[in-house]
């Protein structure tokens, strides 16, 4: 097996789709040895704001001298970019040789995994194999029975801000969605959340865990990350690491803070170029008050595509006003809205997307609306320039 091998077993029609559930995932990682159960974990699940989360937390353990192993979803460019231990993405031939391995198992044993649960479990045997201190976890799809949730126990869990996504799985109001978060929350171990939510409390309750309920009111001046939502998401991490690691100092924490790296989250990748993967609307609405805070006089210009189970009708009407220019684009995905779907919901009149060159220069260009269109549209070369 190759590189292009190993990404095409996992884009499979027999691997690309979402099955929630532990039982496939807990009998691969058995025949595994049970790496998991070897490794020291955060937990991070929510619908907005983990990711963010996930890095700050990261780069202040590995600015504390820790081997710090990071799991996030979804990529940009690369699968390899899912896992990380000291921010190096884990190698190509490491990344082909445990999907070799692990496929091979589990067609053996007559396990049926779908591509996150693979990746999963090569993280976890990647990260126990390679003896990380700290794993920073971060759940792809709600909490209770996604696949990360297999360990039985964690350093703690954070629960970062709920809104409304993917409510076919995980319900359709906040309190079912919490419901679903809390699911990470285990025996004796803290929870730290910015939101009261009464089923976070419960089951907090129930698992005999340390509920805290964290204001968010960091200072970002220091966080390399931008945008509005990231005084919430920085203050859930400091909270975590101060609880776990009261010996980090704070002079080391703000230094890291400097060095976070989460791309494409309001990304400014240019003066006149901002990318961010905002994907449902309480993203879209994230990213409008961070562009009126930082852009307020700027005229602006839009390239969005959305996946067509997400709510694109409400992220274009929170985004978009009459005097932005909008370029609508489809990209190659089967749940790709087609410029047709987006330009019937939208007020306003818009283009087709063809390439950055051809966008207007008088304007702030933002591309916007999901993760799976970005490296279609952005040079690699743009993106990862600032962390060069």
Aim: glycine residues 4%; charged residues 25%.
């Amino acid at each position: 097996m190759n590189l292009e091998d190993a990404v095409a077993l996992l884009t499979s029609k027999d691997k690309f789709y979402i099955n929630l559930g532990l039982e496939r995932i807990s009998q691969i990682l058995e025949l595994l040895g049970n790496p998991q159960d070897k490794l020291d974990c955060i937990h991070i699940a929510g619908t907005n704001g983990k990711g963010s989360v996930c890095a700050i937390i990261a780069t202040i353990l590995q600015e504390a001298g820790m081997k710090v192993g990071l799991y996030t979803s979804p990529h940009i460019f690369d699968y390899t970019e899912r896992i990380k231990i000291n921010y190096n993405d884990i190698s190509q031939s490491d990344f082909v040789n445990y999907i070799e391995q692990i496929s091979n198992i589990a067609d053996n044993n007559k396990i049926h995994l779908t591509e996150f649960e693979i990746l999963t479990a090569v993280m976890f045997k990647y990260f126990a194999d390679n003896n990380v201190d700290v794993v920073v976890l971060e759940t792809g799809l709600g909490g209770r029975f996604d696949a990360t949730n297999v360990i039985k126990k964690n350093l703690c869990s954070i629960i970062t801000h709920i809104d409304l996504d993917h409510t076919e799985r995980l319900g359709n109001t906040k309190s079912k969605i919490a419901f679903e978060k809390s699911g990470i929350i285990k025996p004796n171990c803290p929870v730290f959340t910015c939101e009261g939510y009464e089923e976070i409390k419960d089951r907090a309750d129930e698992c005999n865990s340390l509920f805290v309920l964290v204001t968010p009111c960091e200072n970002t001046e220091n966080l390399s990350l931008k945008g509005t939502c990231q005084v919430e998401n920085l203050s859930l991490a400091l909270a975590a690491v101060r609880y776990l690691f009261p010996k980090i100092s704070e002079n080391s924490i703000q230094n890291a803070l400097k060095d976070v790296k989460h791309p494409c989250r309001f990304q400014i990748c240019r003066e006149d170029l901002i990318v961010d993967a905002s994907h449902n609307p309480n993203g879209a609405m994230a990213l409008k008050e961070s562009l009126d805070l930082y852009y307020p006089d700027k005229k602006r210009c839009f390239v969005f595509g959305c996946l067509n189970n997400k709510d694109y009708k409400q992220m274009m009407k929170i985004i978009f006003s009459k005097n932005d220019e909008l370029y609508f684009y489809h990209f190659n995905h089967k749940n790709s809205c087609s410029i047709e779907e987006l330009q019937a919901t939208c007020i306003y009149p818009s283009k087709t997307f063809t390439r950055l060159d051809n966008l207007p220069n008088d304007r702030l260009k933002i591309i916007c609306g999901s993760f799976y269109m970005l490296n279609e549209i952005i040079p690699r070369s743009l993106i990862l320039q600032q962390y060069s």
